[in-house]
């Protein structure tokens, strides 16, 4: 029985720095199913996750020699696919719409909101309750009118906006206690 040999992460990215096509195959489909998994959460179309996750990949056979091995090779890889997820969803939906707050909102400290990555966004946007998150999701990040999202859900306009309002309100909170966290540590 043929027995393959597992690549430690260092030589994956060895091999990866050296430009050598055989280890940039092994590192991709030693991640492929979890950034699948990652992407298919944000997108229902297999055809879009695939090319998210290329161009994801495509980042990180550029910055390679850039992975310090401090934290997982895994994590690393997903937050540069997660950048080019958040990049095709602003290219591609029809007008973002992420985190849009209307001119009757608060300001929240523009400052905190730039120094986060937009995968401890989406984390925050996991926190919320489910209808509310599928309806912002599908708002924010997909780009959906609020009669699309009543057709394509079964709710009415109105609770569309509801979960919609809901979800900035909660979010706002999130953030603002996340850069509270900050200021307070740093």
Same mark, same amino acid.
């Given at each position: 029985?043929?027995?393959?040999?597992?690549?430690?992460? *260092?030589?994956?990215?060895?091999?990866?720095? $050296?430009?050598?096509?055989?280890? #940039? *195959?092994?590192?991709?489909?030693?991640?492929? $199913?979890?950034?699948?998994?990652?992407?298919?959460?944000?997108?229902?179309? +297999? *055809?879009? $996750?695939?090319?998210?996750?290329?161009?994801?990949?495509?980042?990180?056979?550029?910055?390679?020699?850039?992975?310090?091995?401090?934290?997982?090779?895994?994590?690393?890889?997903?937050?540069?696919?997660?950048?080019?997820?958040?990049?095709?969803?602003?290219?591609?939906?029809? #007008?973002?719409?992420?985190?849009?707050?209307?001119?009757?909102?608060? !300001?929240?400290?523009?400052?905190?909101?730039?120094?986060?990555?937009?995968?401890?966004?989406?984390?925050?946007?996991?926190?919320? !309750? !489910?209808?509310?998150? +599928?309806?912002?999701?599908?708002? $924010?990040?997909?780009?959906?009118?609020?009669? *699309?999202?009543?057709?394509?859900?079964?709710?009415?306009?109105?609770?569309?906006?509801?979960?919609?309002?809901?979800?900035?309100?909660?979010?706002? #909170?999130?953030?603002?206690?996340?850069?509270?966290?900050?200021?307070?540590?740093?």
């Amino acid at each position: 029985m043929f027995k393959r040999k597992k690549y430690t992460d *260092e030589e994956l990215v060895n091999g990866c720095v $050296a430009n050598d096509r055989f280890f #940039q *195959e092994k590192l991709y489909r030693k991640y492929f $199913a979890s950034m699948m998994s990652m992407c298919m959460r944000y997108t229902r179309d +297999k *055809e879009v $996750a695939m090319i998210i996750i290329n161009n994801g990949f495509l980042r990180v056979y550029k910055k390679i020699e850039l992975y310090s091995y401090k934290g997982s090779l895994e994590g690393w890889i997903r937050r540069l696919v997660f950048h080019s997820l958040s990049d095709y969803f602003k290219k591609e939906s029809r #007008q973002i719409r992420f985190l849009e707050l209307e001119n009757r909102d608060a !300001p929240i400290n523009g400052e905190g909101l730039q120094n986060m990555y937009m995968e401890d966004l989406m984390k925050m946007v996991d926190l919320l !309750p !489910p209808a509310t998150k +599928k309806v912002f999701t599908l708002y $924010a990040i997909e780009g959906y009118t609020h009669v *699309e999202i009543s057709k394509n859900i079964g709710i009415s306009e109105g609770t569309s906006k509801w979960h919609l309002a809901t979800a900035r309100k909660k979010l706002k #909170q999130l953030i603002a206690k996340s850069n509270e966290l900050k200021d307070y540590a740093g």
